[in-house]
């Protein structure tokens, strides 16, 4: 019995202590005042339950920019797709800007925090400089992805001048088909043209994102028209950007700049799809938990469902996979919490006395 209360003793004791990793972790990331989308789709909360590690996130684009601060951490080796080499490096700024809401490295003392901040990002270059791209370059990266461990793919491609007419038929929407059937979350921008349309056909799987603005109102240049879709912040969204002179940006940047459109929208939703795949859910429940978690309480179709809530979506997530919980969950962005400290002082007073007067017991009832 002694043995017993002191190994839970000790058990106790070093379960509360804080680990390595979580004192190791850096500072605020200083322009988290500004991301307000993270307010708007309740991110904070979410992550109390799951901050999306493990989970890859493809971003099929511009590229990445490659030594950006805020991303190095989370970059897995790429491909470029429109040059034929492993370079994935960002000449245009756009998938950089998407990268940095849907997983920038929370909590490293840089710019901002991705949707899903202790996710992995995998860039694929599907798009030229000036961010044209062809259907079937675009699908055959999707299938790179997948084939890479791809959890998530992100399609931000409805500002950069492809027509929706261009995912009606043809490779993409079997590259799409193939990816949901193996497991994966496709996210898609809805477009900016401002017009009611539906840019994938009934049945593909896939989770078409809309645009608002910072009250939560539908974006004025939003596509809308599909009842499934969800909404997530696109006006004037702080991310991450290269420094080095872009198409986006031709006289380059400090790392970071707002700007608008559906893109960024999906690239935030990729990150919430990313912390419910952390929690064991799979492609169909995330796809369904998110659209019925949607807020639209006025019944506006310009929002489909509605604006993703991220802490209703994962409260969904962990009664459909419920898990045991850890101390993890009792500290903010899982570091050590210092109101644990007293219990662990009141657990050794108690329970270190009491050990060892059993053990003193015992010995003393032993044969000699």
Known sequence: MGRRLVAATAALCVLLLPTAAAQGQGGADPERGAQYALSILRLPAAWTRTRGAGVVIAIVDTGVEQRHPDLVDHLLPGTDLVDGDDDADDPNGHGTHVAGLAAAVGGNGEGITGAAPEAELLPVRVLRTDGSGSARTIAEGVDWAVAHGARVVNLSLGGEGLAPALFQNGPLNRAVRDAAARGVVVVVAAGNEAVTETAYRPGVPVLVVNAT????????????????????????????????????????????????????????????????????????????????????????????????????????????HPVAPTIADDAPNGRFAPWLVPLVVVAASILLPAAGLALVRRRAQSPV
């Open 213 to 320: 603005d910072a009250g939560g109102a539908p974006a004025s240049f939003s596509t809308f028209g599909d009842p499934s879709a969800v909404s997530a912040p696109g006006v004037d969204v702080l991310s991450t950007t290269p420094t080095a002179p872009t198409t986006r940006w031709p006289s380059g940047t400090d790392g970071y700049e707002t700007t608008d459109g559906t893109s960024m929208s999906a690239g935030l939703v990729s990150g919430v799809a990313a912390l419910l795949l952390a929690q064991g859910l799979n492609a169909d429940e995330v796809r369904e938990v998110l659209v019925t978690t949607a807020r639209n309480p006025d019944g506006d179709p310009r929002l489909g469902a509605g604006i993703v809530d991220a802490d209703a979506a994962v409260t969904a997530g962990a009664t459909l």
